[in-house]
């Protein structure tokens, strides 16, 4: 199983922040660090501010070698798809190839109102969605020399160079995730390299993998070529007393945290992440929600992903 660090920027951060974080991600193991897409707090005062995700991943690009880059989620209504794919491409570039793009149809409708963001009915936002999916993988697919045109309800583009390029052969891998059980599987297995499930019980991991699985084969494609991931806050600790601090620091109950997330000592998380492994999960997201807790990362990589390595084999 792989582990990931998934940051939510808007409760409160600096590109310093994040930086630190990614850097002592890449240090430590972490395969990746995703960031949230958000404008608006959901607690507390926010400050110092949101943080653009794609302008903070381009600097993040520069500033690590290995560990690989994305969002968790893009909102689909931030952005118009034919510029998103140029944003994208060019901090792939930036990174050396690098770079994921997990994008969802935006649903916090307080931010668009705060920003002055359009916030369509859910309907619309979906069938957006659709469009952007199709516009961003048509956009990277296409050879160079060639031209790209799409004639949607939404989008239409004619006679685009698609360029530039990403690094990575095929395009970007595109992350699709969510809880839908016919709209959301149908998409992931026909645009994206991974599906991802947030904050939901084991059971509940292996009932929606199940569904995408089966939408695969559905559109002819094997089910094995899909990753199914799994996001879940963390809360580790090495003694009942360090849980509880760090589950004071970000305004949550130790009993709640262990029910719904990966928390409690070393041995508790593996266990926890052994269940979802059963499930289907082949990566799990860690939520890091205290940015300043660095040495957080340090005890699940020095005593909880070691392990996950030993159960592996």
């Known amino acids: ?102 994008i969802g149809s935006g649903w916090f409708e307080a931010e668009h109102t705060a920003y002055g963001i359009p916030f369509p009915p859910l309907g619309e936002r979906f069938d957006r969605y659709e469009e952007q999916l199709a516009v961003l993988t048509g956009l990277w697919r296409t050879p160079v020399g060639e031209t790209f045109d799409f004639d949607g309800r939404h989008y239409q583009l004619s006679g685009s160079p698609a360029l530039p390029k990403p690094v990575q052969e095929g395009g970007v891998p595109i992350l699709v995730g969510g809880r839908g059980r016919k709209r959301t599987p149908r998409l992931a297995a026909r645009y994206a390299g991974e599906f991802n499930v947030p904050f939901m019980p084991a059971d509940d991991n292996a009932r929606l993998f199940a569904g995408v699985r089966a939408a695969c084969e559905e559109a002819g494609r094997d089910p094995a070529s899909l990753v199914c991931s799994s996001a879940l806050v963390l809360c580790v600790g090495r003694d009942e007393a360090e849980l509880a601090r760090r589950a004071a620091a970000i305004g949550r109950e130790v009993d709640e945290l262990r029910a719904h997330g990966v928390a409690g000592t070393p041995a508790q998380a593996v266990d926890t992440l052994g269940r979802y492994a059963e499930a289907g999960a082949e990566r799990v997201y860690l939520q890091v929600l205290d940015l300043s807790d660095l040495d957080h990362l340090d005890l699940v990589a020095g005593e909880v992903a070691p392990q996950l390595d030993r159960a592996d084999r």
């Open 1 to 102: 199983m792989q582990l990931r660090i998934f940051t939510e920027p808007q409760m409160g951060a600096t590109y310093d922040d994040l930086l630190a974080i990614a850097r002592r991600a890449e240090e430590t193991g972490f395969d990746a660090f995703f960031r949230s897409d958000h404008y608006l707090t959901m607690g507390g005062d926010g400050l110092p501010g949101p943080t653009d995700a794609w302008i903070t991943l381009a600097g993040l690009a520069r500033e690590t070698s290995r560990i690989r880059l994305g969002t968790l989620m893009t909102a689909g209504t931030f952005r118009l798809p034919g510029p998103l794919a140029i944003s994208v491409a060019q901090v792939d570039q930036m990174s050396g190839g690098r770079v994921e793009l997990g």
